[in-house]
């Protein structure tokens, strides 16, 4: 996982969303993830507070409360007691068990789905991601979406309808080349030359086929162009059980419409829904006319504004950041490459964020805790100085504690 650095980039990715530098992840390839061991150590946040700070400050006040015993007793040995008792009492001794223990449970589960999140330093640093910008084909099950007919208008060629259709859905990618690989069966290698492939935003696709011009998208792509196109009624005696139309005209020529249905992949669901409730938006790259915010949220039962299109302009930025392969990259978060690991990297490091901080803030008011108890019963002269067992009893108790907090679950 890399986040998007260059302002500018990063600008012009994040209009859709509304922000002036939002931070912006993506997936990208690498040859060799550099400095894991760099980054596995790292102890930043409130563990790092834990021992720069609290441990200190506990030390000094049991320092204090050693020797205010020691006057009130007239005894050096009580307030050594106290001093030693309180600074037990009140050590977080399981601050850094518990952080390493948590990363280490979080990879064991991570690793076989081809996931690894290298440390706390990793998991704060894309937790607070603005958004994650993906390409649509991955949102979608390619082996469910369908082609369910052709209407041909009888102005081009039947063969030249399916073959030029197929070189451009393949050429462009996305959700539905498997359903048009299907329908030259399989064979790629029949397939016309495609050049000056070019997505019109929102409308479809534009290029050349053996110098003619082609064109593959909605109907106001068709218009824009001069070409013809069929009344509305005739479009929506289609549309009916999600399915969509496409169509293709070849020299300002209306070739065909296709009707065509996509299929969600329910896997990322699950992941897709936690990111929308962490307020992290989905900036979809896409060259498909019909994928558009309203089918996506409809399909994964989304919050309008959760996701956004990018631009033309954008989406090119983004595939150049996601083509280009890396000879090294920090391993912070480390992934398969596939939208299911990439989404299930982000919500994980926001869950292992999230249940890290927990458990250091639990840490902290509970060694308070255990220190203000401590001194509080040594200082009363009734109750005299808890002994060792006690002390030993409280930890044992804040470690159960920590153990229960470390399996706390925040991401699907």
């Known amino acids: 996982m890399q986040d998007i650095d260059d302002d500018n980039d990063s600008f012009e990715a ?7 530098k939002p931070e912006i992840l993506y997936a990208c390839a690498m040859n060799f993830p550099a400095g894991f061991f760099e980054h596995a150590k790292a102890n930043e946040g409130i563990s790092a507070g834990i021992n720069r700070v609290f441990v200190p400050l506990i030390a000094f ?7 205010a015993a020691g006057i009130l007793t007239k005894s050096v040995q009580n307030g050594f007691a106290v001093f030693s008792g309180a600074l037990c009492a009140g050590a977080p001794v399981f601050a850094g068990a518990y952080l390493m223990s948590t990363v280490v449970r979080a990879n064991r589960k991570l690793n076989p ?21 993906i390409d649509s084909a991955g949102l979608f099950d390619p082996y469910r979406c369908e082609m369910f007919g052709v209407k041909d208008y009888k102005n081009v060629r039947i063969d ?21 690989t299907k329908v030259i069966g399989g064979t790629k290698d029949i397939l016309p030359p495609v050049k000056n492939l070019h997505y019109e935003d929102r409308l479809g696709l534009t290029c050349l086929i053996y110098n003619q011009t082609v064109l593959f998208g909605n109907r106001q792509l068709l218009s824009n ?19 969509k139309v496409v169509y293709l005209a ?3 020529k209306l070739a065909a419409m296709f009707v065509i249905g996509y299929a969600p992949d329910a896997r990322i669901a699950p992941y897709i829904k936690t990111l929308q409730k962490q307020g992290v938006k989905l900036l979809v790259r896409t060259w498909d006319s019909n994928i558009t915010e309203e089918l996506i949220t409809d399909f994964f039962s989304l919050k309008t504004g959760s ?3 990018l631009s033309a302009g954008a989406g090119r930025i983004f595939m150049r950041y996601k083509n280009r392969v890396r000879h090294q ?9 596939s939208l299911l690991s990439t989404l299930r990297a982000v919500c994980s490091c926001i869950g292992l964020d999230f249940v890290i901080r927990f458990g250091e803030a639990l840490q902290v008011i509970l060694a308070a805790a255990g220190f203000t108890a401590y001194t509080v019963f040594a200082l009363m002269p009734s109750r005299g100085i808890p002994g060792v067992i006690t002390v030993l009893l409280f930890q044992a108790f804040c470690a159960l504690l920590l153990l229960l907090a470390g399996r706390l679950k925040k991401t699907a």
């Open 14 to 20: 994040g209009k859709s969303i509304l922000m002036d």
């Open 61 to 67: 006040a049991s320092l204090a409360a050693g020797a």
């Open 113 to 133: 789905d081809e996931v690894m999140i290298a440390g706390r330093r990793a998991a704060a640093q894309y937790s607070g991601c603005d958004a994650v910008v």
């Open 160 to 180: 030249d309808i399916l073959l030029y259709s197929a070189a451009v859905v393949i050429k462009a990618g996305g959700p539905l080349a498997e359903a048009f």
């Open 225 to 243: 162009h001069n070409v013809e196109v069929p009344v509305k009624a005739e479009e929506d005696r289609y549309l009916r059980d999600g399915r």
């Open 250 to 252: 070849v020299e300002n």
């Open 307 to 309: 996701v956004k299109i």
């Open 329 to 337: 990259a920090p391993a912070t978060v480390v992934h398969g490459g």
